[in-house]
């Protein structure tokens, strides 16, 4: 077997009919190399912004939430509901909150936007994405607010200034009826990293929420975390059963499914148009052992007349085969790990902020890795076989006289 081998090798490096290497077969590595470092350093790259995309979601939006079903409004602030949620395994946090829309207007601008109240306890999440300014104060004359980043910027506004909130719902007076309208100051802006979240949403206390929309004590909902991400479908499935019928729960994967299922649509088209790429380097492995095989008819004739038989010539170009898909895989290897270093350590390309990700994110997992490299060794032995049986069939006198 080892004679198999390196007779293999020295008809892979020696392919013309000179006896000399043959461009070919450059090729042939180069193009197994390109197309597998292609596929595995953009998959890197999706799967990085999935990730990454996922912790900016969830940063601003959390693992399930809890509200009225279509026609139901909002309902009344229940300890018991709080409880049943607590009590339920992978369930780590529940918050209250209020949901609404509302009209945006500051000195300069008037926009839509939408207004998340909570309880001044459950603040500290909005605080680790402070970014400038403080959160809202109780004690403070003219109820705060804390604004997305974004949202400010569009508004033109600074810590500090006032901004009208408008309720849709009419209220009576002099006039008959008006919008509700309050002033509020602005005392922070926040960050998550979701660009839409923070070009929408902005923070104040559940009590200002609830008088602004003359709501008494009635709630929008519940947050919910669970321990990890990958939790949250199951706890949700868990949670449904146990709500009253008024009430639904929804996970992240739910609440976000278009933007999640477009971005895994995205993987598996560039998965498939890649995929060709190394299907037309396993063709040009077909074509070069086949002119190979040309090449070494003479060779051939002589290795069956010196008592070679049919499945050792087979083998042989079996094995030219696989030694050129291991060349090709290698090179793969190596650009892949090329293309991720200067990714993630040289590439110094900032993203505009409308994106999700200010950098290209990268995320290495080995399965698809295996899956590539191991799909690709299959394709390249298969690739071996049609021209290796056209070897095996050659007349070994005919082989010489040439």
């Known amino acids: 077997m080892s004679t198999i081998k390196s007779i293999a090798w020295r008809f892979m490096?020696?392919?013309?009919?000179?006896?000399?290497?043959?461009?070919?077969?450059?090729?042939?590595?180069?193009?197994?190399?390109?197309?597998?470092?292609?596929?595995?350093?953009?998959?890197?790259?999706?799967?990085?912004?999935?990730?990454?995309?996922?912790?900016?979601?969830?940063?601003?939006?959390?693992?399930?939430?809890?509200?009225?079903?279509e026609g139901s409004g909002a309902i009344s602030d229940s300890e018991s509901v709080i409880k049943k949620l607590r009590a339920e395994p992978g369930v780590v946090r529940v918050v209250p909150y209020i949901e609404r829309e509302m009209i945006l207007q500051s000195k300069?601008?008037?926009?839509?936007?939408?207004i998340w109240g909570l309880k001044?306890?459950?603040?500290?999440?909005?605080k680790k994405g402070l970014v400038e300014g403080k959160l809202p104060s109780s004690s403070s004359a003219t109820p705060e607010i804390v604004m997305g980043r974004e949202?400010?910027?569009?508004?033109?506004?600074?810590?500090?200034?006032?901004?009208?909130?408008?309720?849709?719902?009419?209220?009576?007076?002099?006039?008959?009826?008006?919008?509700?309208?309050?002033?509020?100051?602005?005392?922070?802006?926040?960050?998550?990293?979701?660009?839409?979240?923070?070009e929408q949403y902005l923070y104040m206390?559940?009590?200002?929420?609830?008088?602004?929309?003359?709501?008494?004590?009635?709630?929008?909902?519940?947050?919910?975390?669970?321990?990890?991400?990958?939790?949250?479908?199951?706890?949700?499935?868990?949670?449904?059963?146990?709500?009253?019928?008024?009430?639904?729960?929804?996970?992240?994967s739910v609440f976000n499914a278009a933007l999640f299922q477009s971005l895994k649509l995205e993987q598996y088209c560039m998965s498939a148009i890649l995929s060709f790429a190394i299907l037309i380097a396993v063709m040009n492995i077909v074509i070069t052992l086949m002119m190979h095989v040309t090449h070494k008819r003479k060779n051939i004739g002589i290795l069956r007349a010196l008592g070679a038989s049919k499945s050792q010539i087979q083998s042989i170009f079996v094995w030219q085969g696989n030694w050129m898909g291991v060349v090709g895989l290698s090179v793969g290897a190596i650009l892949t790990v090329i293309f991720i270093l200067y990714v993630k350590y040289f590439s110094q390309y900032q993203l505009p902020e409308i994106y999700y990700d200010r950098s290209i994110p990268i995320e290495l997992r080995p399965s698809s890795f295996i899956l590539i490299?191991?799909?690709?060794?299959?394709?390249?032995?298969?690739?071996?076989?049609?021209?290796s049986r056209k070897a095996a069939k050659l007349d070994p006198i005919e082989a010489i006289r040439e």
């Open 120 to 126: 001044t306890e459950d603040f500290d999440r909005v």
């Open 108 to 114: 300069s601008r008037t926009l839509g936007g939408v």
């Open 373 to 387: 490299f191991g799909g690709a060794i299959i394709f390249v032995y298969l690739a071996t076989l049609l021209p």
């Open 151 to 198: 949202l400010a910027h569009r508004l033109n506004l600074y810590p500090g200034d006032s901004i009208k909130i408008i309720s849709p719902i009419a209220k009576s007076g002099v006039m008959g009826a008006i919008p509700k309208a309050e002033t509020f100051q602005v005392s922070g802006f926040y960050a998550s990293g979701h660009y839409d979240f923070d």
């Open 13 to 69: 490096m020696k392919g013309t009919e000179k006896g000399q290497f043959s461009l070919m077969t450059f090729f042939s590595w180069l193009a197994i190399g390109v197309g597998v470092a292609a596929m595995c350093g953009l998959l890197s790259v999706m799967y990085g912004f999935e990730n990454s995309l996922k912790t900016k979601v969830l940063n601003a939006y959390p693992h399930i939430i809890v509200s009225p079903k």
């Open 205 to 252: 206390a559940m009590e200002d929420a609830q008088d602004l929309l003359e709501w008494n004590s009635l709630i929008s909902g519940y947050h919910v975390w669970t321990h990890s991400l990958d939790l949250a479908d199951e706890v949700q499935k868990t949670l449904a059963p146990s709500l009253p019928n008024s009430l639904k729960a929804e996970s992240w």
